[in-house]
Structure formats: structure tokens, C-alpha cells
């Protein structure tokens, strides 16, 4: 069984509010969870300390036990210190065409 601590969104149309859940990751997004570890509000302001709410403790029982945290969930846990999030490489087709182009034309002249 993969345990994954992810959000599961809820709220009203256009207004969403994310409940950080733990759960397998078999279960659908919104389904069935093992344990609820806090909420996210996006709409609040960064600087509101309501905006993130996660019980710390339980967070780091589940990351000994193996829990595997999202892309989401890891940039807040490493905000708050709790886990090392590794920098991603943005791939190459990220970069406009022409702009790969011409790279490689100048690559090959070089």
C-alpha cells in the first residue's frame, strides 16, 4: 500500500479550500482518506497565518512511517523546515521553439 499525504479539495465552486489528508494513493482525489493533517486556503493573503494550518507532529509520523508527501505538500513542508525539497529542472520543451532553434543552430556552428 503507497501512503501519500496530498490535498483533497473542497469547498464551493470557484472558492476552493484544500484539506491536507493522508490516504493511498489508489483512492480518488476528494474519496477516502486515513487521516486529515490540516487545511490550505488559497484565497487568503500569503502572510495570513490562517492561510496553511498543518499539525506538525503528525505530519513527521507519517513521513517515519513512509508517507510520501505531493509536489504541493512538500514546498509547504519545506517552508516550514520540516523536509528538504529538491529543485526541479524545468525540461527543454518548456522553452519556446524558435528559441530551441536557435539554440541549436548555435550549438552546431559552435
Not at 464551493?12 to 486515513?34: E, L, N, Q
Not at 499539525?55 to 507519517?62: G, I, L, S
Amino acid at each position: 500500500m503507497s501512503v501519500v499525504i496530498r490535498l483533497a479539495r473542497a469547498g464551493t465552486k470557484k472558492r476552493p479550500v484544500y484539506h491536507v489528508v493522508v490516504a493511498d494513493s489508489r483512492f480518488p482525489r476528494d474519496g477516502r482518506f486515513i487521516e486529515r493533517l490540516g487545511y490550505f486556503n488559497p484565497l487568503l493573503p500569503k502572510d495570513n497565518e490562517l492561510r496553511l494550518k498543518l499539525d506538525m507532529e503528525k505530519v513527521k509520523a507519517w513521513l517515519a512511517k513512509g508517507a510520501q508527501p505531493s509536489d504541493r505538500v512538500m514546498r509547504f513542508l519545506d517552508a516550514a523546515g520540516v523536509a528538504k525539497r529538491t529543485v526541479r529542472n524545468n525540461p527543454e520543451k518548456a522553452v519556446p521553439r524558435k528559441e530551441r532553434k536557435a539554440a541549436a543552430e548555435a550549438a552546431a556552428k559552435a
